[in-house]
């Protein structure tokens, strides 16, 4: 009797189990819940990718970075910088008293005419 009675309750927690096993599977398996998985996954994948870019994006500054200061360095622009402004430049001013737009007058010390083509006047 002892042992119908063991074999019976294996049964029934054998039973048990695989019916638990059995519908938790099945529920895995709704569309709602695959739904679910599948969004926390591409969360959690854009999360890692994310994670790598801005890494990525960091290396690649602090390369930057360091190759602007080896550069510079080699171009010798690191070197102190006078900030005092050059002397202005100094312009020649030719005059052509030969010329016949050149009239001196009583009263005026130099005044230009005017003639039909002075290709100045048009811009």
Do not use: C
């Not at 039973?15 to 679910?36: C, F, Y």
Request: hydrophobic share 35%; charged share 30%.
């Amino acid at each position: 009797m002892f042992r119908r009675t063991f074999w019976f309750t294996s049964g029934v927690a054998a039973g048990v189990w695989a019916t638990t096993k059995v519908n938790r599977k099945i529920k895995q398996l709704t569309p709602e819940h695959l739904a679910v998985t599948a969004a926390n996954k591409a969360i959690e994948a854009g999360g890692r990718l994310r994670d790598r870019a801005v890494d990525f994006a960091l290396e690649v500054r602090d390369n930057m970075a360091r190759r602007e200061a080896e550069l510079s360095d080699a171009l010798g622009l690191n070197a102190p910088v006078d900030r005092e402004l050059p002397p202005p430049r100094g312009y020649a001013v030719i005059e052509n008293r030969t010329s016949p737009k050149y009239v001196e007058g009583p009263a005026h010390k130099s005044t230009y005419t005017t003639y039909p083509y002075n290709r100045n006047e048009d811009h």
